[in-house]
């Protein structure tokens, strides 16, 4: 079936540093989208990749979907302390949303 | 426009009883979902209603049901609760639009199972 395996599980990084998750699926995705949960909170929308090699920015923040639409990563650029919580990528294949298990990042002030 | 609500927001319970998780959105969505979220194994799929009248399994079903009562509502049923279903669960929608779709979640509900 279909899986999407997300890494690292956690990252803790001092604030200034950067950071990248990685997320890949065993079968080709229509899309991806990235979402952020705060300690405590619930998963949240960042941001959506439809195509192949497609690179979005938020700020701080570099999304890329991979040529074959199989991974995709999240660049987190001088990380803040905001910028704590569990970060999730979540493949979509017609309409069902795959998630990945999630990074965990801790900035350390 | 409160987006997607869920209740109770804490609860515990005894081995064995039963509960329902409530869930309601006002978004209009057609597609509603339950998760649960554990420590290191993400957002796992337990049951999604693709449209009023239809419901699916997910990856994890096992110990749960649910009732799409109208457009507005999802509920999740623990008919007989274990300690392995002590979890964050989480209510969402979304709509499937051709420009792409966003799933909405509400805040979660904190269960334990003693």
């Known amino acids: 079936g279909q899986q999407v395996m997300q890494i690292p599980q956690y990252q803790h990084v001092q604030e200034g540093e950067d950071f990248t998750t990685y997320c890949n699926s065993s079968t080709t995705l229509s899309n991806i989208q990235w979402y952020k949960q705060r300690p405590g909170g619930h998963p949240v929308f960042l941001i959506q990749?439809?195509?192949?090699?497609e690179v979005k920015k938020q700020k701080r923040l570099t999304f890329q979907f991979g040529e074959a639409k199989k991974n995709s990563s999240l660049h987190i650029t001088a990380t803040q302390t905001t910028d704590v919580g569990t970060y999730f990528c979540?493949?979509?294949?017609?309409?069902?949303?795959?998630f990945g298990t999630g990074t965990s990042l801790t900035v350390i002030p | 426009n409160a987006g997607v609500t869920q209740t109770p927001k804490f609860q515990v319970l005894k081995t064995g009883q039963s509960m329902t998780l409530q869930c309601a959105q006002d978004?209009?969505?057609?597609?509603m979902y339950w998760y649960r979220q554990d420590p290191g194994m993400g957002l796992r799929l337990i049951y999604y209603?693709?449209?009023?009248?239809?419901?699916d399994k997910g990856e994890v079903p096992n110990g749960y049901n649910v009732s799409r009562l109208n457009k507005r509502e999802f509920s999740l049923r623990l008919e007989s609760a274990a300690p392995s279903q002590t979890s964050v669960y989480f209510c969402a929608s979304s709509e499937w639009l051709a420009s792409g779709n966003t799933i909405y979640f509400g805040e979660g509900s904190w269960l334990t199972v003693v």
């Open positions: 990749l439809v195509k192949s090699g």
């Open positions: 209603s693709a449209s009023e009248g239809t419901t």
């Open positions: 979540a493949g979509i294949t017609g309409n069902q949303f795959y």
């Open positions: 978004m209009n969505h057609n597609s």
